[in-house]
């Protein structure tokens, strides 16, 4: 199993990034997934949350409003579209991913996301 993501980088405060994971080697459609962040010396926590079919999203207090999680089953991909970006949203960003049907968990290895001018 491995999930892959990509889209991070550098950006100005204000800007905007679309990070993508893609999922192989897992029954995608199964799979609730989640984005998940962890700056320097902080916990990790969730950022955004999708159901298997698509129909259900949520989102940290933080970032809603600013970020929009979707999914393309046919492609196994989970994208992060994020706007409005804030120095306080620096952190990597993990993807998570979590068959329903057998509870087993899945972790990218994270992508780097920093805000600053």
């Known amino acids: 199993v491995q999930l892959v993501e990509s889209g991070g980088g550098l950006v100005q405060p204000g800007g905007s990034l679309r990070l993508s994971c893609t999922a192989s080697?897992?029954?995608?459609?199964?799979?609730?997934m989640k984005w998940y962040r962890q700056a320097p010396g902080k916990e990790r926590e969730l950022v955004a949350g999708?159901?298997?079919?698509?129909?259900?999203?949520n989102y940290a207090d933080s970032v809603k409003g600013r970020f929009t999680i979707s999914r393309d089953n046919a492609k196994n991909t989970v994208l992060l579209q994020m706007s409005s970006l804030k120095p306080e949203d620096t952190a990597v960003y993990f993807c998570?991913?979590?068959?329903?049907?057998?509870?087993?968990?899945?972790w990218g290895q994270g992508t780097q996301v920093t805000v600053s001018s």
């Open positions: 080697g897992l029954t995608f459609s199964r799979c609730d």
């Open positions: 998570y991913a979590r068959n329903y049907v057998q509870g087993y968990e899945y």
């Open positions: 999708i159901s298997s079919g698509g129909g259900s999203s």
